[in-house]
Structure formats: C-alpha cells, structure tokens
C-alpha cells in the first residue's frame, strides 16, 4: 500500500508536489510512500510527511481523497489545508537517494499547472484534478 499526501495552501491556492529527475526523466509526484508493517494508511501518511518533508500532520489534518489500484499496489491519497508557504527541503531517504541522476525538489504549483504536468503514476493526475474541483479548490 503507498499513502499519499496532497498538501494544499489555501492563501497561495498552490499544492506541494516532489519534481522528480530520475535516469534523465522528468516528472512529478504526490508526496508520500509505501506503508511500514502493521501501519494504517494514516499513520503511513504521516509518517511519510514527516520523513521527507520534516513537517508533522494530524490523523485530523488528513482528508480521504481517493483511492485506486496501481498494478498489484493499493493507493491511498489524503487531502490537507496547511499554512507553510515555504517550500521544505527534501529529508529522509529521499535526501540520502539523491545524487545527480535522482533528484527530488518539493515545489509548490498553482492548481491550474497540474493539467500540463507528467504527474506520475499518470492515472494520478485525472484524479487529482477531480479531486481539487470537488474540494472547490479548483475553478
């Protein structure tokens, strides 16, 4: 199972997505990650969040979104309001993974981005757009 975050900032209407670079590909990601043994797709989340953002969420911060199949692993994407408007620095693994061929760069985008991004896996993006009009923070 991999939890996902998407993080939103409702006074810069922006959302913090990881830009990857990886083998000469570009392409962006939802934050988040794979859930440790025995752990809940809350606490993966949080979890995740922490690790390579340094940034702590409540189990109230963290929304349903959706949920889908990729191949054989479950996904499962939370929604979260929050107030940073600085863009964090990679931590973790991720910090430790990333060399020249493998970066990981949080940035914040404006909603209206998303549409023209190489958001990974792509099914994701359709999805995310759903979602940000649903929660009416889009359009």
């Known amino acids: 199972m991999r939890a996902g975050v998407i993080l939103y900032n409702p006074q810069t209407k922006q959302i913090l ?12 990601v939802i934050p988040g990650g794979g859930a440790e043994s025995g752990e809940t797709a809350v606490q993966a989340a949080q979890r995740e969040i922490q690790e390579e953002l340094g ?27 929050i107030s940073h408007t600085s863009t964090p620095m990679i931590q973790g693994e991720e910090a430790l993974r990333s060399h020249a061929q493998n970066i990981y760069q ?4 404006d909603i209206e981005a998303i ?11 359709n999805l995310l757009l759903d979602c940000l009009t649903q929660e009416g923070l889009k359009n």
């Open 115 to 125: 549409c023209g991004l190489n958001l990974r896996p792509a099914r994701l993006k």
């Open 17 to 28: 997505l990881i830009h990857r670079w990886k083998n000469g590909e570009k392409y962006f």
């Open 55 to 81: 940034w702590s969420l409540s189990e109230k911060q963290l929304q349903p979104a959706f949920t889908f199949r990729n191949g054989h692993r479950l996904e499962i994407y939370f929604h979260a309001t």
């Open 106 to 109: 949080p940035e914040w985008l």
